[in-house]
């Protein structure tokens, strides 16, 4: 029995910073994810054994990539040329049958250097089309507002997150986004996986680890900034967009006891709070919560707060929740576990019921229907599951790519949404993720592919960068037209 509701958005997703490319075009200022530097000679092993995040940026690479104006070794700089191909690629999202488009906003496409009084005419002309083709398609808009790239500007001049100008950049950014677009797109989230801040640094909250006395300090400040500029974008929207479609962001980490030893569980208690709960309980209830009392004095961190700083926190929650899921994880006190990766996880516990994908993410779909269940119990809110996918290393041959492993993926984490909304979760949408090839955003590569369209693009970013479609697109596209029940 299906249980899609009629109106569900079915959708894909991408990021501008591993897409767009044309990093130096249209006016657009260097970004932070133009300056993260790869070498194609790298010992993969290395690197996808650890989910190496190239992005932890040093001082070093940092001042290196300012001083270089090429693309060689900075693949987030040529993406796949979206900014470029998006007609064509919005004719193969047509031809999917996509319900819903996610994407991000280029902060350094709209105010090159974040601190401009006015902002890039030409940036906001790009997103006049995009968004225009996507329209005349049909395929409704859910727009990230921030995606791991700020103007570097902000970082070089006021030193990223951890300053609270940003705050005041942030909201001038996004008013101007409101006014432009507030009858155009259909979902915002002000912020990409806002536990990031914790977990990539240099993604979350563009800090340059290393040059830091007392990291959790600077960590836990930004955080703060960021949660505050997430409830100004949300007052912003109250009298701008007056649609309450604005939604908060993390990267769903599912964690399971090793044991049935309380203290396991007791253990996964405190690191399910500690990685996504914080985050949800702030932007959607609108007050820190206790339980993070304890966290701060062990780390020795003090939340300066502004006059006026828990109001506005307690008076703009946001409308929906919504979050990444590719992988579940375990908690225990005991070691004896084998150690994989996970998304913005260098090294986590195995589950030895699951198993893993070819960069060692446990492959869990019920984890998709426990968290959905467990997000909703919580909240009471529309859920919306914002990524999802598999990367693989895709073999390209005959035109195309006989994905059935991704196939077998998506369709049991459909299943998960299905049967979660059976289990009376409200859940509204989907936009898996790299719904298109893109440069993968922990190891840089092309390599690890997610797309149901396979982009002719290797790691140097050769190629003939044409876009061929994998057995998955038909796949999808059977999925959408049927409403998740022919899979
Ligand atoms: C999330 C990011 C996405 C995407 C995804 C997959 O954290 O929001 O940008 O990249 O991770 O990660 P990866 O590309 O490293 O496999």
Redesign the pocket.
Known sequence: MNTFPKDFLWGG???C??ADGAFNEGGKGLSTQDCRYFDSNWDFDTVYKK?AYVSDMSEENFEKALSDKDTAYYPLRRGIDFYHEYPNDIELFSELGLKIFRTSICWSRIFPNGDDEKPNEEGLKFYDDLFLKLKEKGIKIFATIM??DIPVNLVVKYGGWKNRKLVDFYTRYVEVLFNRYKDIVDYWLPF??IN?ARF?HW?GISIIAEKEDNLDQTVFQSLHHQFIANAKAVELAKKIVKKNNIGAMV?AFTIYPGTCNPADVMQTLTDQRYSNYFYFDVMARGYYPTYMKPLFQKLNVHIHMEPGDEELLRENTVDFLSF?Y?ASQIASVNEDFEVTTG??AGSVYANPYLEKSD?G?SVDNMGLRITLNKLYDRYQLPLFV??N?L?AFDQFKDQTVHDDYRIEYLKKHVEAMRDAIEDGVDLFGYTM??IID???????TMD?R?GVIYVDRDNDGKGTNKRYKKDSFEWYKKCISSNGEDI
């Open positions: 997703a991408i990021a910073s591993q989910n995606h791991y990409n996986e990031a990539a993604d990267a990444s590719y998304n913005m960069f993410w914002a990524e996918g990367g993720w790299g893109i440069v993968s955003c922990g190891p840089l690890k997610y």
